[in-house]
């Protein structure tokens, strides 16, 4: 139940890393700021939209995590662990693990396999994923043409 921690800070990062983006380029406008503070404004709104798509992901792990713990009428095999397929295979589901990286809802069977249920779109983790290391380039850029204009400086 780790992810019901995650949402909401999740969320406060989001708007804390857009609040800091949009908040700096706002001030000195994106004509401007020099090429550090775009770049580094940049990081920081790829980062918030990285952190926005893991988060989307965890939300859909708690509904399906909701969904499977959801007992009565209706709940073997577990419903997340219906995925179109073969539908032996989820006649043989014992339990689920939620796992955090790569983001997903992993259904457990009998004979010691799983396989990933389809509860997490598709286009999260490669979003996540592109989104998180657009930031780390242009916050690797951003460092680079910082120290480019230390020396510059230091140089006159």
């Known amino acids: 139940m780790v ?3 995650l949402v909401p800070a999740g969320l406060v990062s989001v708007l804390a890393l857009a609040g800091y983006g ?3 380029l706002g001030r000195s406008g994106v004509r401007g700021a020099g090429r550090e503070v775009r770049l580094r404004c940049g990081a920081t709104l790829l980062g918030a939209c990285a952190v926005a798509m893991y988060t989307w992901g965890l939300l859909n792990v708690a509904g399906a995590v909701i969904e499977a713990e959801d007992g009565g009428a209706d709940s073997a095999p ?3 662990c219906r995925s ?3 539908w032996e295979r989820a006649l043989h589901v014992v339990g689920y693990r939620v796992e955090y990286v790569p983001l997903g809802f992993v259904c457990e069977t009998k004979d ?3 396989y990933a249920a389809a509860s997490v779109p598709g286009y999260v983790n490669p ?3 592109g989104f998180a290391l657009g930031a780390v380039v242009c916050a690797g ?3 680079v043409a910082s120290e480019r ?3 510059e400086v230091q140089a006159a």
């Open 3 to 5: 992810f019901l921690l």
């Open 22 to 24: 949009l908040g700096t």
């Open 78 to 80: 577990l419903r997340p």
């Open 84 to 86: 179109p397929g073969p």
């Open 112 to 114: 010691g396999g799983s």
């Open 127 to 129: 979003a996540a994923a």
């Open 141 to 143: 850029a951003a460092a």
């Open 149 to 151: 204009r230390a020396r």
